[in-house]
């Protein structure tokens, strides 16, 4: 195939920056970075986009650098460590503004929150074993391969460092699916999943024994082991105070602690400032409750809805060790009653929350705070609520994942 010159402009969701083609057309380079000029081979081309891989860098990117992941290009999980941080957050804020832009709102988004650390920040991992077992690790970018990985400069050192032991304990196992870690307060939670049921309640003692583990269930195809902690605690430190938020195994949790513990002191600020101190507050998508025990414990009576069993059942035994004025409701939040209160806080998955946003006025709601992870269904989401005669009234982006292009946001809306 011939090669052509090409000047990149924004960076992709993966890795790859986007440039043109002499008719005009999308195309996304492999490996080349925002703002540089790459000779590129074609490598497809189909009716809205194409794609292509870098021959030779021409003119480089001046935040072009060296990935510091010796597993770079062939891990999925970590796609924009060739250019550097600023350029990174950069590349969000400019995503998050095409997204509202898109949906019909004409803003520019401010500059995003920095994660206080860029590497050695994840505090929360899902990995994957091969069919044969005999490794541990992340998908490759865009399949379903297995990288293998030892050691990861992404995860909290706590977290890396057990990686090597587990994947070594766990080999006894004929089929191993996936691995799930959190890192809480008393040490790291482990969750795995395989089709055997033996040697499942030795296995779990042994893996519960090593150093720097709280805690271990083993699912297997009819039976679960488990040994030590189901559930831990994490603490989060704002600006408001210190909160102990319980962390459920195999129930969600943010990833990265040094944001999240950002995102929580906005939410707190933002309760405050739009719905008064002390008010009721109504949270679908609590989790195992981030948001609802600081705020609680900051004096707000909270009804609080999720779905998940044990993210229910870990924010139940938190209410009531620390005697908080919150009502757990477990179920789907597109069928929960809303209770009257000033202040709606939704954190839905990725897919948004338009059933929901569809369905409410100011009279149900007159302040919604919506924590986001994906701009485009933030977009969608913040155009329905407009059609429902709520006003867009603060807008903050955070970077819970350095190194890759996921943007989590907090927009507020006033009916
Ligand atoms: C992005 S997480 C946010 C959790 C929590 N706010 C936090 O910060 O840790 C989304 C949560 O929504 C829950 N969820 C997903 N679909 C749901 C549904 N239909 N109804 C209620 N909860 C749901 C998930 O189990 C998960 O806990």
């Known amino acids: ?18 440039s043109r083609l002499p008719s005009g057309k999308v195309v996304f ?35 072009r650098r060296r990935p510091f992941c010796p597993l770079f290009g062939s891990c999925g ?21 095409r997204a509202m832009q898109r949906s019909g709102f004409a803003l520019e988004v401010g500059a995003v ?7 050695q920040c994840r505090s929360r991992a899902r990995l994957h074993a091969d069919p044969e077992g005999g490794a541990l690790g992340f998908f490759e970018e865009g399949t379903h391969r297995i990288q293998a990985v030892s050691t990861c400069p992404m995860l909290e050192p706590a977290l890396s460092a057990l990686l090597e032991p587990l994947r070594l304990h766990l080999g006894v196992l004929r089929s191993l699916e996936d691995l799930e870690l959190n890192l809480a307060s008393e040490g790291a939670l482990v969750l795995a999943e395989t089709e055997d049921d033996e040697p499942l309640d030795a296995l779990a003692r042994t893996l519960a024994a090593l150093s720097g583990v709280a805690g271990v269930v083993l699912r297997g195809g009819q039976t679960e082991a488990g040994h030590g902690r189901r559930d831990g605690s994490q603490r989060v430190a704002t ?9 459920a195994l195999g129930g969600f949790m943010q990833s990265n602690s040094g944001t999240n513990a950002l995102l929580v002191g906005e939410i707190l600020a933002l309760v405050e400032e739009f719905g008064g101190a002390g008010g009721t507050v109504t949270e679908l998508f609590c989790g195992s409750g981030n948001f609802t025990v600081p705020l609680a414990r900051r004096g707000h009576r909270v009804d609080a809805g999720e779905l998940a069993g044990p993210s229910v059942e870990a924010l ?72 429902r005669g709520y006003k867009l009234a603060r807008l903050q982006a955070f970077d819970m994942f350095p190194q890759t292009a996921h943007v989590e946001t907090v927009a507020v809306f006033v009916g």
């Open 29 to 63: 380079v492999d490996d080349a970075a925002p703002d540089e000029v790459v000779e590129a081979e074609i490598l497809e081309e189909r009716a809205s986009f194409a794609r292509a891989r870098l021959v030779r860098v021409v003119q480089a990117s001046p935040h």
């Open 316 to 387: 139940e035994r938190a209410v009531a060790a620390q005697g908080l004025p919150v009502t757990v409701h477990r179920g789907d939040a597109r069928r929960f009653k809303l209770p009257q209160s000033k202040v709606l806080l939704l954190d839905p998955p990725r897919t948004g929350a338009l059933e929901i946003c569809s369905a409410l006025t100011n009279q149900t709601a007159p302040v919604v705070i919506y924590v986001s992870c994906d701009p485009w269904t933030l977009g969608r989401d913040s155009a329905v609520l407009a059609t």
């Open 1 to 18: 195939m011939p090669t052509l010159e090409l000047r990149t402009g924004a960076a992709a969701t993966g890795r790859a920056a986007a």
């Open 239 to 247: 600006q408001f105070g210190e909160y102990v938020v319980p962390v």
């Open 77 to 97: 999980g970590c796609v924009w460590q060739h250019f550097d941080y600023p350029r990174q957050l950069e590349e969000k804020r400019n995503l998050l503004t």
């Open 113 to 119: 929150r920095r994660s206080p650390s860029e590497v």
